[in-house]
């Protein structure tokens, strides 16, 4: 099964995360399908927080891949 879900990248105690489609059966370290976009939660200032490609994700819901709880919260916060 595929899933869309966070892949944390960043430095200790400065997450950053990547939003990946990647095989549920491996770790969320494993090489993934396809890279979506970021969030990063500690993003101040001019900083971007949130990045993306709404169309590919509806693309991948489209084909079945089921999202994770967090990345759900996200879909909706950038569909906005």
Same mark, same amino acid.
């Given at each position: 099964?595929?899933?869309?879900?966070?892949?944390?990248?960043?430095?200790?105690?400065?997450?950053?995360?990547?939003?990946?489609?990647?095989?549920?059966?491996?770790?969320?370290?494993?090489?993934?399908? #396809? /890279?979506?976009?970021?969030?990063?939660?500690?993003?101040?200032?001019? #900083? #971007? /927080?949130?990045?993306?490609? %709404?169309?590919?994700?509806?693309?991948?819901?489209?084909?079945?891949?089921?999202?994770? #709880?967090? %990345?759900?919260?996200?879909?909706? /916060?950038?569909?906005?």
């Amino acid at each position: 099964m595929v899933t869309i879900r966070l892949a944390r990248g960043g430095a200790k105690k400065a997450p950053f995360y990547r939003i990946v489609v990647a095989d549920s059966r491996r770790t969320p370290r494993a090489r993934n399908i #396809e /890279q979506l976009g970021f969030y990063n939660p500690r993003a101040t200032g001019n #900083e #971007e /927080q949130l990045r993306l490609d %709404v169309d590919r994700a509806n693309y991948w819901l489209g084909v079945g891949a089921k999202p994770s #709880e967090t %990345v759900a919260k996200l879909l909706k /916060q950038a569909a906005a």
